[in-house]
């Protein structure tokens, strides 16, 4: 729409797209407001679309997602984690942010400890897992709404959003009521009911890439949240599957500016999963942070050998810290910033 668009004028687009058969999803800038038509292209009549009052110009989009993409929203999107009882953190754009804690929730104390060494460390949103997706059925499988409630009294009483991942359909609306954010691990990535059902909260969605998909295909299951009307998604690259067996997966640094280019999104780097081995996680990080990643998450433990998940790959607390004094020196040269951690409670 012009700059100077009326709401009446606003309204009748809508109208216009609704009556075509397509669904509009409006995207009020600070100069502008864009109306996207969500559909069949063939069904919409552009020209006519075209001649309404207050439209500037109709931009057919041609990539396959379109609400994800860099032609639908050309500015940075930044996405707000938290609120209500802790305060928000945003990610994208100019604003980076890092999410550290526990691979999983193993009890209270260690995740107690654990938040307190990350936030201390200049972590601003806390994870770990309640539910934890295993290739074994016989490994521990997570503690479930007890470590979502643990996660909770924690963050809210070090002022950190937490952030944790759903697993399945059914968790959603449970999971919803504990989290600031919900993680949809790589193992999931294109489970399309998940995808929409998280869409269609309101909660911000960290969406790991697949373990073999390309970025298209990444940004297509972005596309499923974002058609719900849930504009809170952050990308999330952890690694791929590649000949390479060295290490646990190729962390795939070209994605990240692809993606930045391709898309709007915010993304973060979690070189935790695709390092497998602590040895190599900061290097991951400042290399996913270089390439125009908006921060990282990472699984940091104080004792790593004492954990029942991912322990080679945590990240000793000193270590975590250090990293991010990096991390920050990067975000500086890079015109980004990460927020400072909460004041300690
Ligand atoms: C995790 O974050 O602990 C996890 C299981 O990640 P991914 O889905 O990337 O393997
Ligand atoms: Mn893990």
Redesign the pocket.
Known sequence: MNPNAEKASIDRVVAEVERMGSRAHISAGKFRTVIGAIGEEGQLDQNHLASLDGVEKVVPIMKPYKLASREFHEDDSVVEIGGGSVPKVKVGGPHAACIAGP??VENEEMLNRIARHVRDGGASIL?G?AF??RTSPYSFQGHGETALKWMRACGDELGMPICT?VMDTRQVELIERYTDAF?I????MQNFDLLREVGKTRKPVLL?RGLAATVKDWLLSAEYVLSQGNQGVIL?E??IKTFEDSIRYTLDVTSIPVANQWSHLPIIV?P??AAGKRDYVCSLALAGMAAGAHGI?V?VHYCPAEAQ??GPQALLPEVFKELMNQLRQIGAILKKEFADAAVPA
């Open positions: 691979c999983a994870r897992g934890k997706p991942e993680q691990g790589a193992r999931n790991k999330c952890r690694g979690d935790s999963h998450i699984e998940c991912d």
